[in-house]
């Protein structure tokens, strides 16, 4: 059994008091005690980012980028390990945390260490006076993290945090402690101060700490709709930042027009991909009804050849859900949508993989025969579930896709380009794709509007969002 600590200025340091153990997705088994961060050793944390946020914002945006630079090269020369760690993490497919998590990971160090060298402000001239603005650090930030992505979500939330010159404290989910202290390892190896990127460990009431404590300046959290409520409660009376990512439950419209195959493979990959524990995720397909019969059998062929299996195999497609507790939730949206009538066309049961029997494996599902009022339809499952919708005209489909709480993303199948830029124009996402879905280069944002949250990840809005501006104004 592993133990897993909080690394604290500059190495693991150990905790008195509680310890949860670490669930593997993949056979069921416990596999590492995870030390919850006590209030002391999270002080010396406060105290050592302190140090180290003097030091680091005390240096010029061409160093912090050049040490920003070496920790991409080092995190992208460590694919492998931090793959190995993020498949035991998440009991997500080998294929894609080799290809998407661990590299945006590592380009994310490279692109917000490139903008470090290039950040400054406006200058402003009046009759016998000069003003000139900046953009200065916040101090410590906190980050919070989700389950589904714990190496994108370490990176993509401290990267431009320190670009920005913080002092950065995550906190991963306590499901997925893993790859969070092998990054912080890398970084320290590439130079970073000591205290400067720490990671403290535990659940919800560690996550309180982090956002009751008055000396961090923002939080950023990456989570379900009702902890976003909480911590913008928890963060209220010490007034800070807060950057919000939450659920969705996103829709996809495939108008008849789209490239077939194109609009199939899309849709497939915007459910099924991480079986489907994706935020953005489209799980509402809305299809043109001149095509619903032919979208639907396609699909279905589709999902059935999925490879559903040991994550750690190259060939696998679908690994396991995150634990047993979240498989009995998607296993209880299949018996819901049943219940309420949808038609389950494939998929949606328990799998028990050779040699991965103790993991928590579902089948992909296709629910057809859905109605916009059914919980399936309306509520974010989280699992792979697509719930297939089908439409008649344009201003019917954007006023039933927009039709929900949430506003995370959206996209749209079609050849007719300027029916792209109407519907785009009138759906109410934080990002919106057309003719592809959850593609998210570096400098491109991502976020949500609505109950999915506000703030965006990535790009320079991320930057700016762990920055403050600072008003010099000189009279001659
Ligand atoms: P969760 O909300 O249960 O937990 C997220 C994190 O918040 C964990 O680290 C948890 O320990 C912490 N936390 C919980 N309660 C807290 C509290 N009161 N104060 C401080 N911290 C607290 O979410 P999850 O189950 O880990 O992840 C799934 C959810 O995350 C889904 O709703 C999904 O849509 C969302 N998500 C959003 C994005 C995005 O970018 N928008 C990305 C991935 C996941």
Request: proline share 4%.
């Amino acid at each position: 059994m592993d133990r897993i600590k909080a690394f604290i200025n500059g190495r693991f340091q150990n905790s008195d008091g509680e310890v949860l153990i670490k669930i593997n997705p993949v056979s069921g088994a416990p596999i590492a005690e995870v030390e919850k961060t006590d209030t002391a050793l999270l002080e010396h944390a406060i105290t050592a980012a302190k140090n180290a946020q003097i030091e680091w914002s005390s240096l010029t945006g061409q160093e912090r980028s050049h040490i920003m630079m070496r920790a991409a090269r080092m995190l992208a020369s460590s694919l492998e390990e931090l793959t190995r760690l993020e498949v035991r993490d998440v009991g997500k497919a080998w294929s894609e945390a080799i290809s998407a998590d661990v590299p945006c990971g590592a380009e994310a160090y490279e692109y917000f260490g490139s903008l470090a060298a290039t950040l400054t402000g406006t200058s402003h001239k009046w009759s016998g006076a000069r003003g000139f603005t900046e953009r200065v650090p916040l101090g410590i930030c906190a980050g919070i993290g989700a389950w589904n992505y714990p190496t994108q979500i370490a990176c993509w939330k401290s990267a431009p945090a320190l670009a920005m010159g913080n002092a950065f404290i995550l906190k991963p989910s306590e499901m997925t402690p893993y790859t969070a202290n092998a990054i912080a390892e890398i970084l320290q190896e590439a130079g970073l101060p000591a205290g400067l990127f720490q990671v403290v460990h535990g659940d919800f009431s560690v996550g309180r700490a982090l956002c009751e404590h008055p000396d961090i300046a923002k939080i950023s959290l990456t989570g379900g709709v009702k902890t976003g409520k909480k911590i913008l409660a928890q963060s209220a009376s010490t007034l800070k930042k807060v950057t919000l990512e939450l659920g969705g439950k996103a829709p996809l419209i495939v108008f008849a027009d789209a490239d077939f195959d194109v609009a199939v493979q899309t849709a497939l990959d915007a459910n099924f991909y991480t079986a489907g524990e994706v935020c953005s995720n489209a799980t509402r397909v809305f299809v043109d009804e001149k095509i619903l019969d032919k979208f639907v059998e396609a699909m279905r062929d589709k999902t059935q050849a999925l490879k559903i299996g040991d994550p750690m195999k190259e060939e696998t497609q679908i690994g396991a859900l995150i634990s047993e507790h979240h498989l009995e939730k998607v296993l209880s949206y299949i018996s819901i949508g049943k219940s309420e009538g949808a038609h389950l066309v494939i998929g949606g049961e328990r799998q028990f993989p050779d040699g991965c029997e103790g993991g928590f494996f579902i089948s992909p599902a296709i629910f057809t025969d859905c109605k916009d009022d059914m919980r399936i339809v309306k509520e974010e499952i989280f699992g792979p579930v697509m719930a297939v919708l089908s439409f008649k005209g344009e201003e019917e489909v954007i006023e039933r896709a927009n039709n929900t709480p949430f506003g995370l993303g959206a996209g749209i199948m079609t050849s007719d380009l300027s029916r792209a830029h109407r519907v785009a124009d009138k759906l109410d996402a934080g990002n919106i794709w057309i003719n592809s879905y959850n593609l998210i280069p570096p400098d491109w944002p991502f976020g949500g509007v609505k109950q999915s949250g506000f703030g965006r990840e990535s790009s320079v809005f991320a930057l700016e969002s762990y920055s403050q501006v600072k008003a010099t104004y000189i009279q001659y």
